[in-house]
């Protein structure tokens, strides 16, 4: 019973409390003023509202963190800039000309041809070689004489005849001159040496030499050139190379001899059954 008295006094105060609430709204108006507004918001149509975009920064050129001075730079094509003279394509104008040990105007380039028939010869003169010293036949390109310097030899003759090591090597030409070279035995080559002996005998591109190892650490070398050896014939004095064709000539000679000691005697035979 006394928590029913207490909760009908409370639901009591507060109805009591609206109801004063409300007579004040009243007499202050705000109840009449409430639906002054909701009859006018009724009564305007709505509008379509221009929406606002935000305004971005714009720069008139890309911001820069240097404060200094930007520079105007044209990127159209200027009809009245001077450009300069076009070069003339040359054979000589490739970036390995700059290590060129000779002239340009010495630089030959050998055709097919030409190389092969210097090989021919050169290869004739080796088999000619009677002394059984082993040989081999090297055919030269721009790298070995007039540029670089580097001539690699055969790997199969040097790994049957020539030391492992590197080692000092001699160079004697046909004329018994001697140039000295440093033969590497792990790149198969010769290096140090070699670039005076090309130089001081000239050689060009299509040149073939015959190289013969006369002793272990010393080559006997014949040049071959190119240009000399048109029909096939060079000119090379070696010799060696000359005991062959020396001794044909020398039988054939002593053949003409006695065929023309064999007709003399037979025509004397004639004379004296003529008598």
């Known amino acids: 019973m006394v928590e029913n008295q207490s909760g009908n006094t409370y639901e009591d105060a507060r109805k009591q409390r609206l109801i004063e609430n409300k007579k004040r709204f009243e007499d202050l108006g705000l109840v009449k003023l409430s639906k002054c507004l909701t009859d006018v918001t009724k009564s305007v149509k ?28 044209s990127y159209c094509d200027d009809v009245d800039a001077e450009l300069p003279a076009v070069r003339k394509s040359s054979k000589f104008n490739s970036s390995w000309t700059r290590y060129l040990a000779r002239p340009a105007e010495e630089v ?9 028939r210097a090989f021919n010869c050169a290869d004739k003169i080796r088999s000619n070689l009677q002394t059984g010293n082993p040989s081999f036949v090297k055919s030269m390109v721009r790298s070995h004489v007039y540029s670089c310097f580097w001539l ?49 005998h000239k050689l060009d591109d299509g040149d073939a030499l015959v190289f013969e190892l006369i002793e272990q650490t010393r080559f006997k070398v014949y040049i071959v050139r190119a240009v000399e050896c048109q029909n096939g014939n060079a000119s090379v004095d070696a010799s060696d190379a000359d005991e062959k064709p020396k001794k044909k000539r020398k039988t054939e000679d002593s053949d003409q001899t006695e065929k023309l000691e064999v007709v003399s005697a037979t025509r004397r035979s004639l004379r004296k059954k003529g008598k």
């Open 46 to 73: 709505p509008q379509n509202r221009q929406v606002r975009l935000k305004q971005t920064a714009t720069f008139s050129a890309e911001p820069r963190r240097s404060s200094r001075a930007r520079n105007q730079v």
């Open 108 to 116: 030959k380039a050998a055709s097919y041809e030409e190389r092969a």
């Open 152 to 200: 690699g030899l055969p790997s199969k003759f040097c790994e049957e005849h020539l030391p492992k090591e590197t080692v000092d090597m001699v160079l004697e030409n046909e004329e018994g001159s001697e140039y000295g070279a440093v033969f590497i035995g792990k790149k198969a080559g010769l290096s140090g040496g070699w670039r005076a002996f090309a130089l001081d």
